[in-house]
């Protein structure tokens, strides 16, 4: 089960993120700086007990009046990733477990496959800031086999759209692939208590705050058969 550390970051994931985002092809912000504000997500276990994992949604206010809202998934890793420089959001001292380096988990193949793993309803959403608390209003769905599971990353593309993540599920050369859609602008469905499956494999919803304190709920990613 997650564990949160109640705990200082120098300098705070806020503080990187506000650097980092602006360089990302889906900011919404133009040239100006973005000056960003927690306003919720949830966190997903590595089986291996190793990388932090969490689904963060940040809200921009420096846009419009009514903000835009992000999604970052992020991995905290105690040593660099190989061949992930350019995922790099940055690093911080952690008060307790020490250096960490964060990265832009689309990148992250231990983000991706339990990502995959809460689609299919093999993983379970963990509170965002609460230790050993599981997260019942994040929503997973997989309209295929149940037991499907990411056996590569192949790539990532980004575009002004969000981030697009091909990966393979099963061994090559007949591997099937599937690409992970992640919506990094988040587009809230005030009205509606539960997100339908937008595409016909899988989707992951989940709420976050808007700035005037209202409850939004919006689909995070969704999941299709690769083109072929």
Same mark, same amino acid.
């Given at each position: 089960?997650?564990?949160? =550390?109640?705990?200082?970051?120098?300098?705070?994931?806020?503080?990187?993120?506000?650097?980092?985002?602006?360089?990302?092809?889906?900011?919404?912000?133009?040239?100006?700086?973005?000056?960003?504000?927690?306003?919720?997500?949830?966190?997903?276990?590595?089986?291996? !007990?190793?990388?932090?994992?969490?689904?963060?949604?940040?809200?921009?206010?420096?846009?419009?009046?009514? !903000?835009?809202?992000?999604?970052?998934?992020?991995?905290?890793? $105690?040593?660099?990733?190989? $061949?992930?420089?350019?995922?790099?959001?940055?690093?911080?001292?952690?008060?307790?477990?020490?250096?960490?380096?964060?990265?832009?988990?689309?990148?992250?193949?231990?983000?991706?496959?339990?990502?995959?793993?809460?689609?299919?309803?093999?993983?379970?959403? +963990?509170? +965002?800031?609460?230790? $050993?608390?599981?997260?019942?209003?994040?929503?997973? =769905?997989?309209?295929?086999?149940?037991?499907?599971?990411?056996? !590569?990353?192949?790539?990532?593309?980004?575009?002004?759209?969000?981030?697009?993540?091909?990966?393979?599920?099963?061994?090559?050369?007949?591997?099937?692939?599937?690409?992970?859609?992640?919506?990094?602008?988040?587009?809230?469905?005030?009205?509606?208590?539960?997100?339908?499956?937008?595409?016909?494999?899988? =989707?992951?919803?989940?709420?976050?705050?808007?700035?005037?304190?209202?409850?939004?709920?919006?689909?995070?990613?969704?999941?299709?058969?690769?083109?072929?």
């Amino acid at each position: 089960m997650a564990v949160v =550390h109640r705990t200082t970051m120098n300098p705070t994931k806020v503080e990187l993120l506000s650097v980092w985002l602006p360089t990302q092809p889906w900011y919404r912000g133009g040239a100006r700086a973005a000056t960003l504000a927690k306003a919720g997500g949830f966190r997903l276990d590595d089986p291996a !007990g190793q990388v932090g994992i969490e689904f963060m949604v940040a809200t921009d206010m420096s846009a419009t009046d009514r !903000g835009v809202s992000y999604l970052l998934p992020l991995t905290y890793r $105690d040593a660099p990733l190989d $061949d992930a420089g350019q995922a790099l959001v940055g690093t911080s001292e952690h008060g307790v477990l020490g250096r960490r380096w964060i990265y832009d988990g689309a990148h992250d193949p231990v983000l991706v496959a339990q990502l995959l793993a809460l689609m299919t309803g093999e993983a379970e959403p +963990q509170a +965002q800031s609460e230790s $050993d608390s599981a997260d019942a209003s994040v929503e997973g =769905h997989f309209a295929g086999a149940a037991r499907v599971a990411m056996a !590569g990353l192949v790539a990532v593309a980004n575009s002004p759209h969000g981030t697009d993540i091909l990966i393979g599920t099963g061994p090559a050369p007949t591997a099937a692939r599937l690409t992970i859609h992640l919506n990094r602008v988040l587009c809230p469905t005030l009205d509606e208590p539960a997100v339908p499956a937008p595409r016909p494999l899988g =989707h992951v919803s989940a709420p976050w705050l808007l700035p005037d304190g209202t409850s939004a709920r919006g689909v995070f990613a969704v999941a299709d058969n690769a083109p072929s």
